[in-house]
């Protein structure tokens, strides 16, 4: 990833506008609420959000976006407050941003673009940086036509940390290059993570997904004591993190926490990231954790839903947490949604309220799954216990003169294995 080149100007917060269309089926609550989380990103970028502009149209302009009178509006303040960059909470088409760029006479992203920088800014692994630049050059390479004559790309700033000026300034042919090469990368990568989870499949695996800054990183630490980043910001994190977790005396599992979902992600990302994902994508049980204390807590669970029928994992199992229950204003709202939702879990991962019982439920869930079962193995047919390691997990053993008695906890997909072992070498 290419840094800005002068501290100055890195160290400078940008000073932004925010804008929105409402369009006949959005509400204006819930156009706010995406202006309000659309500030969050810009916030987690380190601009300086100054104000927002609104309109209602029954469908977005072609040229411009907005209407003609709403961005002269938008014009005038740009010059009457130094505002140096406007964040559309929609994706605009290459020609809208060309066409506001010419009219503002500043840098014009949008949502994705501002999603995008954020990634850029937060991917901290050799997987992640290779994920969040072939999103980058996916989102540019329709866009390489733009001229950027009223200022230097070189200054930085928000949606400008990525790839850079060179590769604007290459041809399409060049990225399209490039963006093979990092596709080949990243599957290089993925048959390396493959092999990993392939050496962890005898273990129950359960993934922590949720809407951004639902406290996924808190969650996974209170259980686990893990040495993990937690931020209160919107994709604080995007590596995946896996930890051991000891839920009985009996039982062990791998617990992992993965990128945060929310609303109107760039489908390049979703792409890319599916390498990440992919822990979601293998794991036995979905701990969908939702922060219970956002006034719209039920839209993100619809929106992390869409999302996972779009990774095709509607059949997987999901265990509903309504985590930050302690910022619930009053008893009774508790009891509403432990009445609405009965089969959901409430926590308060920072506290440390309900993580018994969270315990309690992921022991049932895996002793439903894993069976346990003495073998009997004949050491005259010789060594037989490394057949078992692959998909089985070794509880206990011991010898006689002619035999291995040997505990082994399994998955019941697994047993016709078991079985086979057991039947050769009886």
């Known amino acids: 990833m290419i840094e800005s080149p002068d501290p100055y100007f890195k160290n400078m917060p940008e000073r932004c506008i925010l804008a929105a269309v409402i369009l006949p089926a959005q509400s204006k609550w819930q156009v706010q609420d995406h202006l309000d989380e659309l500030k969050e990103?810009?916030?987690?970028?380190?601009?300086?959000?100054?104000?927002?502009?609104?309109?209602?149209?029954?469908?977005?302009?072609?040229?411009?976006?907005?209407?003609?009178?709403?961005?002269?509006?938008?014009?005038?303040?740009i010059d009457e407050n130094d505002i140096s960059l406007v964040i559309f909470d929609d994706e605009l088409t290459p020609a809208q941003t060309r066409n506001l760029e010419r009219v503002f006479e500043i840098k014009v992203i949008d949502r994705a673009a501002l999603i995008l920088d954020i990634f850029a800014r937060h991917a901290r692994s050799r997987e992640a940086r290779v994920q969040v630049e072939l999103a980058q050059l996916n989102y540019l390479l329709p866009r390489l036509t733009r001229q950027w004559q009223h200022l230097s790309r070189q200054v930085g700033g928000i949606g400008t940390k990525g790839p850079g000026e060179t590769q604007l300034e290459t041809d399409r042919r060049l990225v399209r290059t490039r963006i093979g090469k990092l596709k080949v990368k990243l599957k290089q990568i993925g048959?390396?993570?493959?092999?990993?989870?392939?050496?962890?499949?005898?273990y129950f695996r359960a993934a922590i997904i949720g809407y951004t800054n639902a406290g996924k990183s808190t969650l996974l630490k209170s259980l686990t004591d893990a040495d993990v980043l937690i931020e209160d910001q919107l994709f604080a994190t995007l590596d995946t993190t896996v930890k051991r977790l000891q839920i009985s005396s009996s039982s062990q599992i791998l617990i992992s926490d993965t990128v945060g979902f929310i609303r109107k992600l760039p489908h390049h990302l979703v792409a890319s990231f599916r390498t990440t994902l992919s822990e979601t994508l293998e794991a036995d049980l979905l701990i969908h954790l939702v922060d219970v204390s956002h006034p719209h807590f039920e839209e993100h669970i619809q929106i992390v839903n869409q999302l996972l029928e779009e990774l095709d994992t509607s059949e997987k199992r999901i265990l509903l947490v309504f985590n930050k229950v302690d910022k619930l204003e009053t008893p009774e709202i508790l009891t509403?949604?432990?009445?609405?939702?009965?089969?959901?879990?409430?926590?308060?991962?920072?506290?440390?309220?309900?993580?018994?019982?969270?315990?309690?439920?992921?022991?049932?869930?895996?002793?439903a799954q894993f069976e346990t079962r003495e073998l009997v193995l004949n050491l005259s047919h010789g060594a037989s216990e490394h057949l078992l390691y692959p998909f089985a997990e070794i509880i206990k053993k011991r010898y006689d003169d002619t035999h291995l008695y040997v505990t082994v906890k399994y998955d019941k997909e697994f047993a016709g294995r078991i079985a086979a072992v057991q039947d050769k070498y009886k």
């Open 41 to 77: 990103l810009a916030i987690t970028s380190e601009a300086d959000v100054i104000s927002f502009f609104t309109q209602e149209r029954s469908r977005p302009d072609s040229a411009y976006f907005m209407g003609k009178g709403k961005i002269e509006e938008i014009k005038e303040f």
């Open 191 to 202: 048959g390396q993570k493959k092999t990993q989870r392939r050496q962890r499949s005898k």
């Open 336 to 367: 509403q949604l432990q009445t609405g939702f009965p089969n959901a879990v409430f926590i308060s991962a920072t506290r440390h309220i309900g993580l018994t019982q969270l315990q309690s439920d992921l022991v049932d869930i895996v002793e």
